[in-house]
């Protein structure tokens, strides 16, 4: 590391440099190590020479996007190195698949071969940090890269074993009140000024774009099944205003930006079967004063929860329950995206005309097909670097974009079914902005903490384990975790939703995944692993969830431009999102497994060190789990399916039996956050 520092603070640096090969690559270093005088003139072209030939027999591209080309000889007399940072990634074979963006070039004596050992063991840590890279990619000077280098030495980069797991810092507060939320206050108001400065990115844009529509489609849906099954107590208006408003306050006061409130498939179950519970018990007229009273015991629960520090529990969770939670949330999007294809089948069935079905399934898989295609652009050889940016970034906007013309170029409002939000959301006149809580027998005012102990369960329990995923060590997020402040700004916010009838608002999984990969600043590999990639870093801001809101807030203004968009082009985002948040699920990785050939299992940190066996039965528990909480979810029975928080947090039992039956060191391995050091370094 000595020589490392030393030699950029003598000015051994070259930044975006514009190479297309290794000869380029050495050339210009070797150029400019005559030019300082450290390197003779007439052993430019033996040095060059030199190194391209070691590089036939063994190329230097070692991984993490870097290079160490090099070559020791008896001519050279004192020891050299130049780094170099590309203006473009070049694809020079590394093992991982990663271009190559950054080039150690080391030239020396043979008797300096040791001194070179250690010089690459110190980059090979270095190029493994990704804080390092993040900040080493965007440097401006040489004064920045010695900056990154001394902070990355501050940071102790040598990884942890990935058994123990440790307690995360946000869930290690006392069990004083209020410890929690000072602790997550402490631990992100340093951070909250360059929250909204690092918001201030055309990245950034284009998240806003993208997640209007991903959380205005599902708002207006939710809200319109809701308004049907409640006698439009509770429509779609309601829903956009609850999410407007909620999002907005939250994305100014909460500790974690990225995380979205939206309306949940099980939040919007609980509210139907509370209406019905009241149309049973005679009191259909004071449903939105009932719903206001549970609402009121359910934010009490849930601001006491945070009060307590209740989150703590979270550190009994593990991988296997987060999977199985990310995998059900998914599928719900993927599962209401094609319910939505198949009742519009249904309908022109019904009018004995296939063409608004077959409309809508263009609509949607085109709409589908383009964003996928256009979200993995960044790793095409077409077109500028930036262009590929730009149109991985838009992706699912253009998509929808082209989609809505092609909509309205096929067919007409007769043909299509377009986002509505019905007469009573279009003049919202229908009744007063308060619930009347005062008309409630006052038995029921009590009563109502039976149901609002199981609707705190719910939002207990998808709101931490959604700050869970967000806050996972493979986002590489920087400023800090918040799970007691959070909580208790959501528990204060369905308080005020319930003093309204508007529908409640959580942390929604797949959304706030969406968000969270909308900003992140990520890796393509060039080669194997089907063309996966890894994040280095992620815009963490308040803008872009500020401006979303702000937006879905704006549409009440025009309600008449949401008829030009038709569903089945969102079903198309439906569709995208959840798919989207399974790639990259370990769970949905080791489902692929049953049907492939073992002998091509890639691999990685658990398949290297845990039999088949094991694997395929710890993936069978999983699956099993899955398949219960779908079956809830659907399940015709109301009483099962309020009970579905009740199930989710069950999943903490039944991982704790595995370690009944499991190995400790195989579940350790299938349970870490993050591959282990040794896999990242395996070619040092």
């Known amino acids: 590391m000595k020589l490392l520092f030393q030699s950029i603070a003598e000015g051994s640096c070259i930044l975006n440099l514009d190479a297309r090969d290794m ?41 993490h996007a870097c290079a160490v080309p090099h070559l020791y000889d ?49 980059i ?58 000072k602790a997550d206050i402490r631990r992100r108001a340093p951070h909250y000024l360059s929250d909204f400065r690092e918001g201030l990115r055309a990245k950034c844009l284009a998240s806003i774009v993208f997640m209007f529509f991903a959380c205005l489609a599902p708002a207006v849906t939710f809200g319109g099944i809701m308004g049907q099954a409640t006698g439009q107590a509770i429509g779609p208006s309601e829903m956009l205003i609850s999410t407007a408003v909620c999002g907005l306050v939250y994305a100014v006061l909460a500790g974690q930006p990225l995380i979205i409130l939206g309306g949940i498939g099980p939040l919007l179950i609980f509210t139907i079967i509370l209406y019905r519970l009241t149309l049973d018990m005679g009191y259909a007229n004071q449903f939105l004063g009932i719903y206001g009273w549970v609402g009121l015991w359910t934010a009490a629960l849930t601001f006491l929860l945070a009060v307590t520090n209740a989150s703590n529990l979270m550190r009994y969770f593990t991988r296997f329950t987060d999977e199985i939670f990310s995998a059900l949330m998914s599928l719900i999007f993927i599962y209401k995206a094609i319910q939505g294809l198949v009742i519009t089948f249904q309908e022109g069935g ?76 279009a003049d919202g006149s229908s009744r007063s902005w308060f619930v009347d809580l005062a008309g409630v027998p006052h038995w029921i005012k009590f009563a109502a903490i039976g149901p609002a102990a199981l609707a705190a369960v719910l939002i207990f329990l998808s709101q931490n384990i959604t700050t869970r995923l967000v806050n996972s060590p493979g986002n590489r997020l920087t400023k800090g975790e918040s799970y007691h402040l959070d909580l208790a ?15 409640w608002m959580v942390a929604a999984t797949v959304r706030s995944l969406a968000h969270l990969r909308s900003l992140a600043i990520v890796e393509e590999k060039t080669s194997g692993n089907q063309g996966s990639n890894e994040i280095i870093h992620v815009l963490e801001n308040r803008i872009t969830a500020i401006a979303i809101h702000l937006l879905i807030g704006a549409t009440l203004l025009v309600l008449n431009l949401l008829n030009y968009v038709p569903m089945a082009a969102l079903y198309g985002i439906f569709l995208f999102m959840g798919f989207a948040s399974l790639r990259g699920v370990q769970f949905i990785d080791r489902l692929g497994y049953w049907l492939m050939d073992s002998s091509l299992y890639p691999i990685n940190h658990y398949t290297r060190r845990v039999p088949t066996r094991t694997i395929h039965l710890y993936t069978f528990v999983q699956f099993i789990c899955l398949i219960v909480l779908c079956v809830i979810n659907v399940s015709p029975y109301e009483p099962v399916r309020i009970l579905f928080p009740i199930f989710i947090a069950l999943l903490v039992p039944v991982r704790f039996l595995l370690g009944r039956f499991f190995d400790q060191d195989h579940l350790a391995f299938l349970e870490a956050d993050e591959e282990p050091e040794d896999e990242e370094l395996h070619w040092v």
């Open 23 to 63: 000869r380029d690559i050495v050339e210009a270093a070797v150029g400019f190590l005559v030019q300082t005088g450290r390197l003779q003139e007439h052993l430019r072209d033996q040095v060059v020479e030199g190194i391209l030939e070691r590089e036939k027999s063994v190329p230097t591209a070692i991984g």
């Open 350 to 425: 019904d009018t004995g005309s296939a063409e608004k079905g077959l409309l809508a399934l263009v609509l949607a898989v085109g709409t589908f097909y383009i964003a996928m295609t256009l979200a993995g652009f960044r790793r095409s050889r077409y077109l500028s670097p930036w262009m590929r940016e730009f149109l991985a970034d838009f992706g699912p906007s253009i998509a929808l974009g082209c989609m809505i013309a092609v909509a309205w170029w096929l067919g007409d409002a007769s043909t299509l079914d377009t986002l509505q939000l019905g007469e009573q959301a």
């Open 124 to 181: 090979a840590r270095l190029m493994s940090d990704n804080v390092f890279h993040f900040e080493a990619t965007y440097a401006k000077t040489q004064q920045d890269v010695l900056n990154a280098i001394e902070r990355h030495v501050n940071r102790n980069v040598l990884a942890a074993p990935p058994k123990p797991q440790p307690v995360s810092e946000g869930l290690k507060t006392s069990r004083r009140p209020f410890a929690g939320i």
């Open 74 to 122: 008896e001519a050279i007399s004192q020891p050299a190195m130049v780094f170099v940072r590309l203006h473009h990634g070049v694809n020079l074979g590394a093992p991982d698949g990663i271009a190559t963006r950054f080039v150690f070039l080391l030239i020396g004596s043979n008797e300096q071969t040791p001194q070179h050992l250690d010089t690459l063991s110190s």
């Open 489 to 503: 700004v959501v528990g204060g916010l369905i308080g005020v939703c319930s003093l309204f009838g508007w529908p």
